[in-house]
């Protein structure tokens, strides 16, 4: 996570971060790499939203929070803890 | 990845940064007056893409529905008008920059500073390819 995070720092387009070899070695974890992310977005929001989406096949941000980097985290961190997959 | 890797035409003399970093907002949304959404195409855009196009054009597309014209690559500065520099590579759009007022070029880097630069080429070159297009469009009233 920190090597895409050193690699993006300068980038804007989310799909050429995402593509990013780190990001795609997160994605390719599957479900087991989920809760690190949700630890890493409750510590620090970021753009893990192309991640989660790819491997929940969810998308649990409303239209009205699309865009808001806190409030996109806000929205998957309340679906992780609906969905049991973090502790409060 | 250091600034100087990232922007090779980036001097101490030819930029200085102009706020703290942010992960709120990115380059496109800075360029086009917003610093608190992250502009990207199916999240936050204000016209519809293809799902999967991430190119140039859609960045073009982007800031023609906002009022800008091409201008080719004429980065001077016009009385009255305003200007965006556009930058990508073959698979993406990369950056997009704003002309200031005294002629100077405002950008967001990725997610970290602002910075004011000289002209749109010092940052080209490194991560964000190469200064693909100008767009113009008169200074709103």
């Given at each position: 996570?920190?090597?895409?995070?050193?690699?993006?720092?300068?980038?804007?387009?989310?799909?050429?971060?995402?593509?990013?070899?780190?990001?795609?070695?997160?994605?390719?974890?599957?479900?087991?790499?989920?809760?690190?992310i949700?630890?890493?977005?409750?510590?620090?929001?970021?753009?893990w939203?192309?991640?989660?989406?790819?491997?929940?096949?969810?998308?649990?941000?409303?239209?009205?929070?699309?865009?808001?980097?806190?409030?996109?985290?806000?929205?998957?961190?309340?679906?992780?803890?609906?969905?049991?997959?973090?502790?409060? | 990845?250091?600034?100087?890797?990232?922007?090779?035409?980036?001097?101490?003399?030819?930029?200085?940064?102009?706020?703290?970093?942010?992960?709120?907002?990115?380059?496109?949304?800075?360029?086009?007056?917003?610093?608190?959404?992250?502009?990207?195409?199916?999240?936050?855009?204000?016209?519809?893409?293809?799902?999967?196009?991430?190119?140039?054009?859609?960045?073009?597309?982007?800031?023609?529905?906002?009022?800008?014209?091409?201008?080719?690559?004429?980065?001077?500065?016009?009385?009255?008008?305003?200007?965006?520099a556009?930058?990508?590579?073959?698979?993406?759009?990369?950056?997009?920059?704003?002309?200031?007022?005294?002629?100077?070029?405002?950008?967001?880097?990725?997610?970290?500073?602002?910075?004011?630069?000289?002209?749109?080429?010092?940052?080209?070159?490194?991560?964000?390819?190469?200064?693909?297009?100008?767009?113009?469009r008169?200074?709103?009233?």
């Open positions: 996570m920190r090597q895409w995070k050193e690699e993006s720092r300068f980038l804007s387009n989310t799909a050429q971060m995402a593509m990013l070899k780190p990001y795609q070695r997160i994605i390719g974890m599957g479900w087991s790499a989920v809760p690190l949700l630890e890493e977005l409750r510590r620090e929001p970021d753009q939203f192309w991640a989660l989406e790819a491997i929940t096949d969810d998308n649990p941000v409303p239209l009205q929070a699309a865009g808001k980097v806190r409030l996109m985290a806000q929205a998957w961190l309340e679906w992780a803890t609906k969905q049991g997959l973090l502790r409060t | 990845m250091t600034p100087t890797e990232a922007f090779p035409g980036l001097t101490p003399n030819n930029h200085h940064t102009t706020s703290p970093a942010s992960d709120d907002y990115n380059c496109i949304a800075w360029s086009a007056g917003d610093n608190e959404n992250w502009w990207q195409p199916n999240v936050f855009w204000p016209i519809q893409t293809s799902p999967n196009d991430f190119g140039i054009g859609v960045l073009e597309q982007l800031f023609h529905a906002l009022g800008y014209e091409d201008c080719g690559l004429d980065f001077s500065l016009e009385l009255g008008i305003e200007k965006v556009l930058f990508g590579n073959s698979l993406y759009y990369t950056h997009s920059a704003r002309q200031l007022p005294n002629g100077k070029w405002t950008s967001k880097l990725g997610k970290a500073e602002d910075i004011e630069h000289d002209t749109p080429q010092i940052i080209a070159g490194g991560v964000y390819g190469e200064l693909v297009q100008v767009m113009k008169p200074i709103p009233t």
